[in-house]
């Protein structure tokens, strides 16, 4: 069981980027699945998370850190067991390396998520 992300890249300011996950293990359709990033030389922050609904194919609760809210979107196909990020009006600020990640409890903490992929960076450029 592992998560592969993809889509990440160079893009100017303002500009818009999707950050896929794909989830390998019938596992994942029952976890949480959120976005962590970690910027050079900084600690690695919360993103986004999309929570697990029962019989649903596309929904679940979402929760976005205050510095993405309105402009990134979090959501998730349980069919094809993804996950994806939309990024919106990117900022210099959010150059980071993304993390796709997996947990039961999901939320804001990194330490609720037992699953992490090898991340993709995305670099902002003024």
């Known amino acids: 069981e592992h998560l592969v992300e993809s889509g990440g890249g160079l893009v100017q300011a303002g500009g818009s980027l999707r950050l896929s996950c794909a989830a390998s293990?019938?596992?994942?359709?029952?976890?949480?699945m959120g976005w962590f990033r970690q910027a050079l030389g900084k600690e690695q922050e919360f993103v986004a998370v999309?929570?697990?609904?029962?019989?649903?194919?596309?929904?679940?609760?979402?929760n976005y850190a205050d510095s993405v809210k309105g402009r990134f979107t979090i959501s998730r196909d349980y069919a094809k067991n993804t996950v994806s990020l939309q990024m919106n009006s990117l900022k210099p600020e959010d150059t980071a390396v993304y993390y796709c990640?997996?947990?039961?409890?999901?939320?804001?903490?990194?330490?609720?998520?037992?699953?992490w992929g090898q991340g993709t960076q995305v670099t902002v450029s003024s």
């Open positions: 990640a997996a947990g039961m409890s999901g939320g804001r903490h990194s330490g609720n998520y037992d699953y």
């Open positions: 293990g019938r596992a994942f359709s029952r976890f949480a």
């Open positions: 999309i929570s697990w609904t029962a019989g649903s194919t596309y929904y679940g609760s979402t």
